[in-house]
C-alpha cells in the first residue's frame, strides 16, 4: 500500500497526519545547510503520489542530483529496475551521485 506498483492512487492517506509531534522548522525547510553532504533525489515522472514537479523542487532546495525516472510509479528504488538500482547502490556505497540530467525508464 505505501509502495505503489503503478497503479493510480486516489484519497490515499496522509502517512504524516498521525505524527504526535507539531514541527520544531520555519518555512521553507531545509535551506542554508552547512556542510550538507552531496544528496540523491529520485523523481518519476508520472507518480501518483509524489508529484515530479515536487522531486525537482526538492533537488533545488537541497542543491541535490536528481535522477529522472521516466515512469507512473511510486517508490520507484524497490522496482527491480537496474538503471534505477545501479544509480542508487553507486549514491549509497560509494556516495557518488548521478550527473546532471540523469535519467531511466521503467
Known amino acids: 500500500p505505501i509502495f505503489d506498483t503503478g497503479r493510480p492512487v486516489m484519497g490515499g492517506p496522509d502517512q504524516c497526519e498521525g505524527w504526535p509531534v507539531e514541527p520544531t522548522l520555519e518555512y521553507p525547510y531545509a535551506t542554508d545547510i552547512e556542510g550538507l553532504p552531496s544528496i540523491l533525489t529520485i523523481a518519476a515522472t508520472g507518480d501518483p503520489l509524489a508529484p515530479y514537479v ?23 528504488i524497490m522496482s527491480g529496475n537496474a538503471c534505477v538500482d545501479a544509480t542508487v547502490a553507486s549514491y549509497l556505497i560509494d556516495g557518488e551521485t548521478p550527473a546532471s540530467g540523469a535519467r531511466c525508464q521503467l
Do not use: I, N, P, R
Open 54 to 76: 515536487g522531486g525537482v523542487s526538492l533537488a533545488d532546495t537541497l542543491g541535490s542530483s536528481l535522477l529522472t525516472v521516466e515512469g507512473d510509479q511510486h517508490g520507484v
